[in-house]
């Protein structure tokens, strides 16, 4: 019997993981989306199709994956996955539109970051904020369409993760410029903390969220990630926030945002839960699965949604 041993070992873990999450949150499109993602990612690295396949043809009948009670629907989740990949996807189509000029921007911004020039990439962000542009807009408009567009890149082999790892730690640094020149906000009797599950490099939009609410007058605290379950509740306990906002860019994440939303729904002042990230953006429906109060997909709207669940006076509207 062919097994998963064919494929590189992050591949084969994450195809074991994401399918036994898909059976246990009762969302085969987390598992079938993963392996059209990596379809396309192992064809750039010179796999064959065929590879994928036949890995993904074990997963149903491994015993140690799924318990005897989900073999059916590991079964099914599998069947779906594979018919979907008689499509090869090679994601052609760059993720920046460079007609706009916010485009355009996000495109001098990448390539600078690329060619290890951050003081340039630096002053594209900062260029669009002396034309009138808010940060909030400097973020959704040219430093997350780049982010995007690094992993595409990578996902098609033309860059490596090395450079995927430079463009998102040079944003981090620009991010922390763009926020020094936010103007002041009073502060009010809000507070937010803000996390993200799963590597370090996937933490940039929990980032941006923390600084989307400290631009609205929120108290908003930042934790990164890979943060131990129990230091990030008791740290929650310990300041008594008002909203915990997760993101998850990766489908085996899921359900450790599951877990720790159930974990802050057993304090006696529960904060609201507000889930983003990829994971959770093709799937409308999974962050009502998974306990959340809300799903946010950019973080403006992640600050509206909390003041709307939360003070339905607020009139706060961004950066």
């Not at 951050?118 to 940060?135: D, F, M, V």
């Not at 908003?220 to 860019?249: H, N, Q």
């Amino acid at each position: 019997m062919k097994t998963l041993l064919e494929l590189p070992v992050e591949f084969s873990e994450r195809l074991r993981v994401t399918l036994a999450q898909s059976v246990e949150l009762d969302t085969p499109e987390l598992f079938i989306e993963f392996a059209a993602w990596a379809q396309t990612t192992l064809i750039f690295r010179g796999y064959t199709p065929a590879t994928l396949n036949r890995a993904i043809e074990t997963l149903a009948s491994d015993a140690t994956l799924v318990n005897a009670s989900d073999r059916k629907a590991a079964l099914s989740t599998v069947q779906q996955a594979r018919a979907t990949l008689n499509v090869v996807r090679l994601c052609e189509m760059s993720l920046i539109d460079a007609e706009s000029e916010s485009g355009a921007a996000a495109r001098r911004y990448l390539e600078a970051l690329l060619e290890g020039d951050e003081p340039s990439a630096a002053r594209e962000a900062l260029l669009a904020i002396a034309k009138g542009r808010k940060a909030l807009d400097v973020y959704q408009e040219i430093i997350t369409p780049a982010l995007h567009e690094a992993g595409r890149l990578w996902q098609r082999n033309e860059i490596t993760a090395a450079h995927e790892h430079v463009v998102s730690n040079a944003s981090e640094r620009i991010l922390a410029q763009l926020m020094d020149l936010a103007p002041p906000r009073a502060h009010r009797d809000l507070s937010v903390v803000t996390a993200a599950i799963g590597p370090a490099q996937h933490q940039i939009g929990a980032r941006m969220t923390a600084d989307a609410f400290a631009m609205c007058g929120w108290h908003a605290r930042f934790l990164g990630s890979e943060l131990p379950t129990d230091d990030l509740l008791r740290y929650v306990d310990e300041i008594s926030v008002d909203a915990v906002c997760l993101s998850a860019t990766l489908a085996c994440d899921v359900v450790a945002v599951r877990d720790l939303i159930q974990e802050l729904e057993t304090r006696p002042i529960a904060p609201v839960v507000i889930a983003g990230g990829r994971a959770f953006d093709a799937h409308p429906d999974l962050w009502r699965k998974i306990g959340a109060d809300a799903y946010a997909p950019s973080p403006l709207l992640a600050v509206a949604i909390a003041n709307e669940l939360i003070c339905h006076d607020c009139d706060d509207s961004g950066g």
